[in-house]
Structure formats: structure tokens, C-alpha cells
């Protein structure tokens, strides 16, 4: 079995080529894959309101992490995984430090970097750029 793919502007194409010579071509459109991304990026922002959302947005991030290789969304994508990850690392520093009362400036720090985590995300997205450039 091999499978190939190809990027282009609108879409996603992925060619899938059997034992038996059979090949099976699936295309995704890279509109879809944006808007994915845009309802990631607001998944982590209600997340500072449930936390849960975050749950489901780093669990959509690596089920859907192959289908974005090779366009400007795999860099946001991992922008957004470095976010939860380092996140999750800053709260529980916070909570830890709590006793001695620097958990709470460490909570309202990861709460500014987070809006700006996302803002930057969004508005990135928005202009169809990758995070890293």
C-alpha cells in the first residue's frame, strides 16, 4: 500500500494506491481544514470558561494533525498543541505555587499569554499564514 498526496490552493488531495493496483483518491478541501482550525482556536478560548472545550480541541488537533501536513495550517496547528501543552504546564505551576500566593500571578501571566496565543492564531489564520515564518 502507498499513499501520496498533493497540496494545491483549494484543496487537499490524497491518492491511496492498494496491493491490488486499486487506487482510491480522496480530496478534502483546504476551506474546511481553515474553518476546522478557526473552530479549534475558538474551542480553546471558551476553554478559560470550560475547560473541557480544550479537551476536545487538542483531541480534534492530533486526530486531524496528518490531514493538514504540507499547508500553512500544520504550523497552526502545532501552535495551537505548544499552546494547550504549555498552558496545562503554566496552571499547574500556578496551582502548585498557590500556597505562597505567586500562583495567582502565575495564573493571570498564562491568562494574557493565552488571549495572546489565540489572538495571534486567529488573526494569522484569518490572513492565511503560517505561524512560523
Given at each position: 500500500m502507498l499513499s501520496t498526496a498533493m497540496v494545491s490552493d483549494r484543496a487537499i488531495t490524497k491518492a491511496l494506491i492498494m496491493d491490488n493496483n486499486t487506487v482510491i483518491i480522496t480530496e478534502k478541501p483546504i476551506n474546511k481544514l481553515t474553518q476546522l482550525?478557526?473552530?479549534?482556536?475558538?474551542?480553546?478560548?471558551?476553554?478559560?470558561?470550560?475547560?473541557?472545550?480544550?479537551?476536545?480541541?487538542?483531541?480534534?488537533?492530533y486526530i486531524k494533525r496528518e490531514e493538514v501536513q504540507g499547508t500553512f495550517l500544520a504550523s497552526h496547528f502545532r501552535w495551537q498543541i505548544r499552546t494547550f501543552w504549555y498552558g496545562v504546564l503554566w496552571c499547574v505551576i500556578g496551582f502548585i505555587t498557590m500556597p505562597i500566593l505567586v500562583g495567582f500571578i502565575i495564573w493571570a501571566a498564562a491568562a494574557i499569554w493565552l488571549v495572546y496565543r489565540l489572538v495571534k492564531g486567529v488573526l494569522n489564520l484569518n490572513d492565511e499564514k503560517p505561524m512560523y515564518h
Amino acid at each position: 500500500m502507498l499513499s501520496t498526496a498533493m497540496v494545491s490552493d483549494r484543496a487537499i488531495t490524497k491518492a491511496l494506491i492498494m496491493d491490488n493496483n486499486t487506487v482510491i483518491i480522496t480530496e478534502k478541501p483546504i476551506n474546511k481544514l481553515t474553518q476546522l482550525t478557526l473552530i479549534i482556536y475558538i474551542l480553546y478560548a471558551l476553554s478559560v470558561f470550560a475547560g473541557i472545550t480544550a479537551i476536545a480541541a487538542i483531541i480534534i488537533n492530533y486526530i486531524k494533525r496528518e490531514e493538514v501536513q504540507g499547508t500553512f495550517l500544520a504550523s497552526h496547528f502545532r501552535w495551537q498543541i505548544r499552546t494547550f501543552w504549555y498552558g496545562v504546564l503554566w496552571c499547574v505551576i500556578g496551582f502548585i505555587t498557590m500556597p505562597i500566593l505567586v500562583g495567582f500571578i502565575i495564573w493571570a501571566a498564562a491568562a494574557i499569554w493565552l488571549v495572546y496565543r489565540l489572538v495571534k492564531g486567529v488573526l494569522n489564520l484569518n490572513d492565511e499564514k503560517p505561524m512560523y515564518h
